[in-house]
Antibody, heavy 119, light 110 residues
Framework: EVQLVESGGGLVQPGGSLRLSCAASGYTFSGHWMYWVRQAPGKGLVWVSRINSDGNSIRYADSVKGRFTISRDNAKNTIYLQMNRLRVEDTAVYYC????????????WGQGTLVTVSS | QSVLTQPPSASGTPGQRVSISCSGSRSNIGGNYVYWYQQLPGTAPKLLVYQNNQRPSGVPDRFSGSKSGTSASLAISGLRSEDEADYYCAAWDDSMSGPVFGGGTRLTVL
């Protein structure tokens, strides 16, 4: 079974940092692009960042550029999202998902991890 | 403000057919495939329709997608109580070089 499991969320003060992880299993992880998508409380889905299969092509949404860093370790079947200089508006459930480049095809999705930025 | 526009809510009674619209532009829906996601309460999104009108294995044929020009729609026939969820459309946007989502439509089964 293809599965994605996020971890690392929690409560952090504005300006703080947090590192999210997403462990994949059940498929050839190194052959697929991966994405982070977030959902603020009561709001819709928003793409945050993406990384290609070998980690040398990366893009970010303008809202997180310069503050977030996506990376992957294909030996560990895991992607990461290092979030620095966090803002209140970064509060959201963060999902990792397997994507197809040049499309909005995302499948499967992890269960999500909640990040709360508050003083 | 989402790039793709969906009605915030929709409703129907069991057995009815409901349709959810998704409006975009030439840079997204007009030139790329549309995808639909179902998000049941308290759970992660799940792929419901891909490439405008294709269903992944396991998705009932009660769900169908269509696209025309810069708009798309999701139709659900034979509405069931378990269809009560949030539905999101999505497409690649050539101008933004990234995927864009609709704001979501909350479907209520009366």
């Amino acid at each position: 079974e293809v599965q994605l499991v996020e971890s690392g969320g929690g409560l952090v003060q504005p300006g703080g940092s947090l590192r999210l992880s997403c462990a994949a299993s059940g498929y050839t992880f190194s052959g697929h692009w991966m994405y982070w998508v977030r959902q603020a409380p009561g709001k819709g889905l928003v793409w945050v960042s993406r990384i290609n299969s070998d980690g040398n092509s990366i893009r970010y949404a303008d809202s997180v550029k310069g503050r977030f860093t996506i990376s992957r370790d294909n030996a560990k079947n895991t992607i990461y999202l290092q979030m620095n200089r966090l803002r209140v508006e970064d509060t959201a459930v963060y999902y990792c998902t397997r994507g197809v480049v040049g499309t909005a095809w995302f499948d499967p999705w992890g269960q999500g991890t909640l990040v709360t930025v508050s003083s | 403000q989402s790039v793709l526009t969906q009605p915030p809510s929709a409703s129907g009674t069991p057995g009815q057919r409901v349709s959810i619209s998704c409006s975009g532009s030439r840079s997204n829906i007009g030139g790329n495939y549309v995808y639909w996601y179902q998000q049941l309460p308290g759970t992660a999104p799940k792929l419901l329709v891909y490439q405008n009108n294709q269903r992944p294995s396991g998705v009932p044929d009660r769900f169908s997608g269509s696209k025309s020009g810069t708009s798309a729609s999701l139709a659900i026939s034979g509405l069931r109580s378990e269809d009560e969820a949030d539905y999101y459309c999505a497409a690649w946007d050539d101008s933004m070089s990234g995927p864009v989502f609709g704001g979501g439509t909350r479907l209520t089964v009366l």
